[in-house]
Structures are given as C-alpha cells and as structure tokens.
C-alpha cells in the first residue's frame, strides 16, 4: 500500500483526528473558547487547515467533539470501578469515583461548572446535542437501587436525582468561590460528598449481597451511555 492510500484508511483517519482533539483540547483549556481558532488548531497539530475540515465542519463541532470525548472517558473510567469493585455500585461510592473523575480532569470540570470562559456557550450546546439521554440512564440507575432497597423509601426517585444534582453541583462549583476555607484534598472532598450523599438518601446499611446482583445491570447501563456518546464522535472518524 503506498504511503498516501495508508493516510486514507479509517485507521489513519482515526489516528489523526484523536491528534486533532488532543491539540484542541489542549487550547481550549488554554485560551479559552473566544480565543482558540481553526487556524490555532492546524498550526499546532502541523496540518492544514483543510485536513481540519476534512475531519469537522466547525470549530465549535471540534470543540463539542472534545467535550463529547471527555464525558465517555469519564465514563469509561466509572465503568472500569465498577468492574473491579460491585460495592462501588452504591451510590455513595460511584459518587466518590465520579468526583474525582470530574475534578482530575479540567475540562469536564469546566464542563460540569458552566465555565464561561474556558467554554463559551458549548456545554449547552453539548448538553442540547446530548438531550436527555444521560439524565436518564442516571435515574434508571437509580430506580435499580430503589427497586432492590439501597436507597431510602420516602422519596421518590425523581425528587431524590433532583436533591442529588444539586449536591453534587454544590460541592464541583465550590472551589470557585473565594471564601476563606482551609486547604482541603481533593480525596478528602470526595469524602465528603459521599458520605453526605450516603446520609441523604441511602438506607443505613447496604447489604452487599444487592450491590453485587445489579453490580452488572449497572455495568451495562453505563456502558450504553458511553458507547452512545462514542456513536456521536464516529462521523468524525470515519
């Protein structure tokens, strides 16, 4: 095969448009959204700007692109705990995981916090492209753990996802107020969350034998979302 037949085979094409989210990321996380340009984009990944456009229509399609590719990883990586751990099904813990995930990674924190600076208006539109897909894939993984008892009984499930997002929007936007409050790890918040999300609405006392019956209904579930989310980033690569 000769070198320009191997650059069109869907492997080269994948290769060079993961190279293209790299280098957008990386910029974006930089410069800010305002800031970041196509031109920026071919220039730091040493392509044409046509070989941008061959790829995405769009700055803002690559730039949602990065985005998009961030949550499945974050997901990808719940999905791997989850594997190596049933207990991590209940739902403090996947709390803890999913924390920590977010925090580690800037972008999806941007993401999660509505940075306007780091993202423009693109988290309402990733979230607008998303609809309401991944909301719900989180309250049916709720009503599992209603359905098998590890999660309190007098609420609803669609009041208990509410009060959870809004703990869990509480305690990722935190850090960008400038309150005075003492220097506390990163670990040590994660903590924290989980052990209020646990107090809030959680039965006292998981019984472990649960966890590991729906640890796989819980694996498959997510492992649906990510791969839907991978589904959204395949006409870039193809």
């Given at each position: 095969?000769?070198?320009?037949?191997?650059?069109?085979?869907?492997?080269?094409?994948?290769?060079?448009?993961?190279?293209?989210?790299?280098?957008a990321a990386e910029l974006l996380l930089r410069l800010g959204?305002?800031?970041?340009?196509?031109?920026?984009?071919?220039?730091?990944?040493?392509?044409?700007?046509?070989?941008?456009?061959?790829?995405?229509?769009?700055?803002?399609?690559?730039?949602?692109?990065?985005?998009?590719?961030?949550?499945?990883?974050?997901?990808?990586?719940?999905?791997?705990?989850?594997?190596?751990?049933?207990?991590?099904?209940?739902?403090?813990?996947?709390?803890?995981?999913?924390?920590?995930?977010?925090?580690?990674?800037?972008?999806?924190?941007?993401?999660?916090?509505?940075?306007?600076?780091?993202?423009?208006?693109?988290?309402?539109?990733?979230?607008?492209?998303?609809?309401?897909?991944?909301?719900?894939?989180?309250?049916?993984?709720?009503?599992?753990?209603?359905?098998?008892?590890?999660?309190?009984?007098?609420?609803?499930?669609?009041?208990i996802s509410y009060g959870y997002h809004a703990i869990l929007?509480g305690y990722l936007s935190e850090d960008s107020y400038d309150?005075?409050?003492?220097?506390?790890?990163?670990?040590?918040?994660?903590?924290?969350?989980?052990?209020?999300?646990?107090?809030?609405?959680?039965?006292?006392?998981?019984?472990?034998?649960?966890?590991?019956?729906?640890?796989?209904?819980?694996?498959?579930?997510?492992?649906?979302?990510?791969?839907?989310?991978?589904?959204?980033?395949?006409?870039?690569?193809?």
């Amino acid at each position: 095969m000769s070198p320009d037949a191997r650059a069109r085979t869907p492997e080269a094409r994948h290769r060079r448009s993961e190279h293209l989210l790299d280098v957008a990321a990386e910029l974006l996380l930089r410069l800010g959204y305002r800031h970041v340009t196509v031109d920026d984009i071919a220039g730091r990944a040493r392509v044409g700007k046509g070989t941008v456009y061959l790829h995405y229509k769009s700055k803002d399609e690559l730039l949602l692109a990065v985005l998009q590719r961030e949550v499945v990883r974050s997901i990808d990586q719940l999905v791997t705990m989850l594997r190596e751990d049933a207990m991590t099904t209940a739902l403090h813990r996947l709390t803890e995981v999913h924390f920590l995930g977010v925090m580690r990674r800037p972008l999806l924190r941007a993401l999660y916090t509505g940075d306007l600076d780091v993202l423009g208006n693109l988290a309402v539109e990733l979230h607008r492209n998303q609809g309401g897909g991944h909301h719900r894939a989180f309250d049916d993984y709720l009503h599992l753990l209603a359905a098998h008892g590890l999660l309190r009984d007098d609420l609803p499930v669609d009041e208990i996802s509410y009060g959870y997002h809004a703990i869990l929007h509480g305690y990722l936007s935190e850090d960008s107020y400038d309150r005075g409050v003492p220097d506390i790890s990163l670990e040590r918040k994660a903590q924290l969350l989980a052990a209020t999300v646990h107090r809030t609405f959680e039965v006292p006392q998981a019984r472990p034998e649960a966890l590991r019956e729906i640890s796989e209904r819980a694996i498959r579930m997510f492992t649906e979302t990510a791969d839907l989310g991978r589904a959204q980033l395949r006409p870039a690569t193809n």
